[in-house]
T-cell receptor, first 110, second 114 residues
């Protein structure tokens, strides 16, 4: 069965630190990998990754995919308290089915 | 606002009652997804549609759950004979098919079964 595993499940760091969130997957018909940020209600989209080795960047956030080793990482540099959230990784198959991991709960201490 | 809309936002029901939730996707999006999310967990896949066709329903889903998308636009999720374990956030998302784009989420319906 398809699955997405995120680690760590929870992380507490101080403002200004850099964090790396991990996502590994086992999917039979992989098409793309998605990262979302969830604060209170609806997940909001961060990145879509389809090709190995190509970094996506948005401000202090960046992400990269390794399709050979079946994982992705999400980096956040110079963290701020507003980065506190649950970060969700999801995998999209060629049938467009989207499977999520359990998420990483990130808490930034001021 | 042309985002994904869910109604109601909150629902409190007594155990054993039936509840129905509605999701209006973004207008040009053919794919529609339902997820359930409990505290500390990621969204759990329930079912998804391509237009009016239900493509897959989670094997973990009880027969008390049913979803429809009769005209390929809005969708409803019904839970019959609710149980306390059904208490969760129910999220709807939509996307354009075969376009390799992300899914956009609604604000969710929070169900509390008492």
């Amino acid at each position: 069965e398809d699955k997405v595993v995120q680690s760590p499940l929870s992380l507490v760091v101080h403002e200004g630190d850099t964090v790396t969130l991990n996502c590994s997957y086992e999917v039979t018909n992989f098409r793309s990998l998605l990262w979302y940020k969830q604060e209170k209600k609806a997940p909001t989209f961060l990145f879509m990754l389809t090709s190995s080795g190509i970094e996506k960047k948005s401000g202090r956030l960046s992400s990269i995919l390794d399709k050979k080793e079946l994982f992705s990482i999400l980096n956040i540099t110079a963290t701020q308290t507003g980065d506190s959230a649950v970060y969700l990784c999801a995998v999209v198959g060629w049938d467009d089915k989207i499977i999520f991991g359990k998420g990483t709960r990130l808490h930034i201490l001021p | 606002d042309t985002g994904v809309s869910q109604d109601p936002r909150h629902k409190i029901t007594k155990r054993g009652q039936n509840v129905t939730f509605r999701c209006d996707p973004i207008s040009e999006h053919n794919r529609l997804y339902w997820y359930r999310q409990t505290l500390g967990q990621g969204p759990e896949f329930l079912t998804y549609f391509q237009n009016e066709a239900q493509l897959e329903k989670s094997r973990l889903l009880s027969d008390r759950f049913s979803a429809e998308r009769p005209k390929g636009s809005f969708s409803t999720l019904e839970i019959q004979r609710t149980e306390q374990g059904d208490s969760a956030m129910y999220l709807c998302a939509s996307s354009r098919p075969q376009m390799n784009t992300e899914a956009f989420f609604g604000q969710g319906t929070r169900l509390t079964v008492v």
